[in-house]
């Protein structure tokens, strides 16, 4: 069994930044590929990043490339969301996912453990 456990979510204005932790407790983490995906009020949950089991790989989603970083600390058991220059249309429940193997993409398919989530709210 995995549990995920998202933090650092919050209200912030335009242009801010944020950091979301997401702690991993139970079977492997060192050997997953870990993803976040972000939940706004009325739409489908959709795919932000996602890190292969090192960190060596990255994805992002089009709409955060230059603005997020995903990273990981194995040793912390901890996965990572940095968000700057946030924007209104970043408000949303951000979820950690465990993936099904050492490389995971954008898929919601390829993931088998999420937490229950962070909010975060941008203010124009």
């Known amino acids: 069994q995995v549990q995920l456990v998202e933090s650092g979510g919050g209200l912030v204005q335009a242009g801010g930044s944020l950091r979301l932790s997401c702690a991993a407790s139970g079977r492997t983490f060192s050997s997953d590929a870990m993803g976040w995906f972000r939940q706004a009020p009325g739409k489908e949950r959709e795919f932000v990043a996602s890190?292969?089991?090192?960190?060596?790989?990255?994805y992002y989603a089009d709409s955060v490339k230059g603005r997020f970083t995903i990273s990981r600390d194995n040793a912390k058991r901890t996965v990572y969301l940095q968000m700057n220059s946030l924007k209104p249309e970043d408000t949303a429940v951000y979820y950690c996912?465990?993936?099904?193997?050492?490389?995971?993409?954008?898929?919601?398919?390829?993931?088998?453990?999420w937490g229950q989530g962070t909010q975060v709210t941008v203010s124009s």
């Open positions: 996912a465990r993936a099904y193997s050492d490389q995971a993409g954008n898929h919601e398919y390829e993931y088998d453990y």
């Open positions: 890190c292969s089991w090192n960190g060596g790989n990255t």
